[in-house]
């Protein structure tokens, strides 16, 4: 079967990584940490490590800073086999502080945001866009204007909206551009108000409900399937961008929605049994 060509655009970032028994409360206390380490974040960072180790072929446009943690990055990319389309900015790049819980409870703090003023390779990025079976254009403001040229290129776009409420204004753009959707659960107050909104989308979208597994609609049709099963969580780092690209694969590859959503989800429970963003092969 012939590889998936897949372009991928949106934030790359280097994160600190510090483990606790449980969040932290809103109140002033001390805590300690189980463990803490530095690695690769960023949700198109996860989609290309995933997407790369299910042998498609990816190329990555996003933003790095001219500092050390660009080149950490940037290196694990290039040993995981993606190209890289890295448009550098004077000062840091993108890094978070993740607070994480044994049970795959996340509090994610921005330290760092490079801006993108003025793109020097985006006649490179068209290109490579232009070759693409899908384009997968992340939440950035440095990548929203690749929406409207993977459009006009005829390329099909695929967002994920993470946990978009079905009201930020800062998603839109993305959501209307989508030919495929994808989110999480944690916008909406319960599932009815969940599957609502994805019959209302009027385009096929995927919705991850986290241990619950995912749920699809597509065509007026509702398609379930659960959490493929996970012994001991390691890192819950990846874990959507590992469904989303495990789905990727096995639909371009000619799968039926029932076998992408358990797809997804097998790459997921890998992921999650890994302490990288991806699973390592």
Same mark, same amino acid.
């Given at each position: 079967?012939?590889?998936?060509?897949?372009? =991928?655009?949106?934030?790359?970032?280097?994160?600190?990584?510090? %483990?606790?028994?449980?969040?932290?409360?809103?109140?002033?206390?001390?805590?300690?940490?189980?463990?803490?380490? /530095?690695?690769? !974040?960023?949700?198109?960072?996860?989609?290309?490590?995933?997407?790369?180790?299910?042998?498609?072929?990816? +190329?990555?446009? $996003?933003?790095?800073?001219?500092?050390?943690?660009?080149?950490?990055?940037?290196? =694990?990319?290039?040993?995981?086999?993606?190209?890289?389309?890295?448009?550098?900015?004077?000062?840091?790049?993108?890094? &978070?502080?993740?607070?994480?819980?044994?049970?795959?409870?996340?509090?994610?703090?921005?330290?760092?945001?490079?801006?993108?003023?003025?793109?020097?390779?985006?006649?490179?990025?068209?290109?490579?866009?232009?070759?693409?079976?899908?384009?997968?254009?992340?939440?950035?403001?440095?990548?929203?204007?690749? %929406?409207?040229?993977?459009?006009?290129?005829?390329?099909? =776009?695929?967002?994920?909206?993470?946990?978009?409420?079905?009201?930020?204004?800062?998603?839109?753009?993305?959501?209307?551009?989508?030919?495929?959707?994808?989110?999480?659960?944690?916008?909406?107050? &319960? &599932?009815?108000?969940?599957?609502?909104?994805?019959? /209302?989308?009027?385009?096929?979208?995927?919705?991850?409900? !986290?241990?619950?597994?995912?749920?699809?609609?597509?065509?007026?049709?509702?398609?379930?399937?659960?959490?493929?099963?996970?012994?001991?969580?390691?890192?819950?780092?990846?874990?959507?961008?590992?469904?989303?690209?495990?789905? %990727?694969?096995? &639909?371009? !590859?000619?799968?039926? +929605?029932?076998?992408?959503?358990?797809?997804?989800?097998?790459?997921?429970?890998?992921?999650?049994? /890994?302490?990288?963003?991806?699973?390592? $092969?």
């Amino acid at each position: 079967m012939r590889k998936p060509k897949v372009f =991928v655009a949106g934030p790359v970032s280097w994160n600190r990584l510090v %483990l606790l028994d449980r969040l932290p409360e809103a109140r002033p206390h001390t805590t300690f940490a189980t463990g803490h380490r /530095s690695t690769v !974040g960023g949700t198109s960072a996860g989609k290309a490590l995933n997407l790369a180790s299910l042998d498609a072929e990816v +190329i990555l446009r $996003t933003v790095v800073g001219d500092d050390e943690p660009a080149r950490e990055v940037l290196a =694990v990319l290039a040993d995981a086999g993606v190209e890289v389309i890295a448009e550098t900015v004077e000062g840091a790049t993108e890094q &978070h502080l993740n607070l994480m819980d044994p049970h795959g409870g996340r509090v994610s703090i921005y330290l760092e945001l490079p801006v993108l003023r003025q793109p020097r390779h985006d006649e490179r990025a068209l290109a490579a866009l232009a070759e693409a079976d899908v384009a997968v254009i992340d939440l950035a403001e440095h990548a929203r204007p690749l %929406l409207a040229r993977a459009r006009e290129a005829g390329v099909p =776009v695929w967002c994920d909206l993470h946990d978009y409420d079905g009201v930020s204004g800062f998603h839109r753009d993305f959501l209307d551009a989508a030919d495929r959707v994808f989110l999480n659960d944690d916008g909406f107050a &319960h &599932h009815d108000a969940l599957l609502g909104f994805l019959d /209302s989308l009027g385009k096929p979208a995927v919705a991850t409900l !986290g241990a619950e597994g995912a749920v699809a609609v597509e065509d007026g049709q509702v398609r379930t399937a659960p959490a493929a099963p996970v012994e001991r969580v390691v890192d819950a780092n990846g874990a959507g961008d590992a469904f989303f690209s495990g789905f %990727l694969v096995a &639909h371009v !590859g000619g799968a039926d +929605i029932g076998a992408a959503l358990s797809a997804g989800a097998e790459q997921a429970a890998r992921c999650l049994l /890994s302490p990288d963003l991806a699973p390592r $092969t």
